[in-house]
């Protein structure tokens, strides 16, 4: 893991425990990454498009309700682009609709935030309309 001078792990090492958190299914370690002010805002378009504050509130309202639609929902990253404080990451989902049986295989990109260690911004881009084409018949 990269550390700065100040002892807090690098942006990209932060983004990347988020993710291995969410494959994982450890709510708690991903809540763990987040700011207590943390904006977690997901695409217009998408079913659960809103701004989310708070790590309880991410998880419950994103990360949760994603597991009781979809089976093995997983943001796959591939690519870091690092700026300073500011991550981006392209990367891919793949799920299958628990009511469809439809499987999602869609690239992203993922904009992320962080300050003192901890993830305090995020932003979704994604193809919403291959989102929603899984979701129904």
Do not use: C
Request: hydrophobic share 40%; charged share 25%; glycine share 6%.
């Amino acid at each position: 893991m990269t550390e700065h001078t100040t002892g807090l792990a690098a942006p990209a090492d932060v983004v990347r425990r988020q993710y291995l958190a969410s494959a994982a299914g450890d709510l708690e370690a991903l809540r763990a990454t987040l700011a207590p002010d943390v904006e977690w805002t997901e695409m217009a378009g998408f079913p659960l498009a809103g701004t989310y504050r708070t790590p309880e509130g991410v998880t419950s309202n994103v990360m949760e309700k994603l597991a009781t639609e979809w089976s093995d929902w997983i943001a796959h990253d591939d690519t870091y682009v690092v700026d300073g404080e500011d991550v981006v990451v392209l990367a891919r989902y793949t799920a299958t609709n628990k009511a469809t049986g439809k499987p999602l295989d869609v690239r992203v990109a993922h904009h992320f935030t962080v300050r003192g260690g901890l993830i305090v911004r995020f932003e979704q881009f994604v193809d919403t309309a291959k989102v929603r084409d899984a979701m129904h018949p």
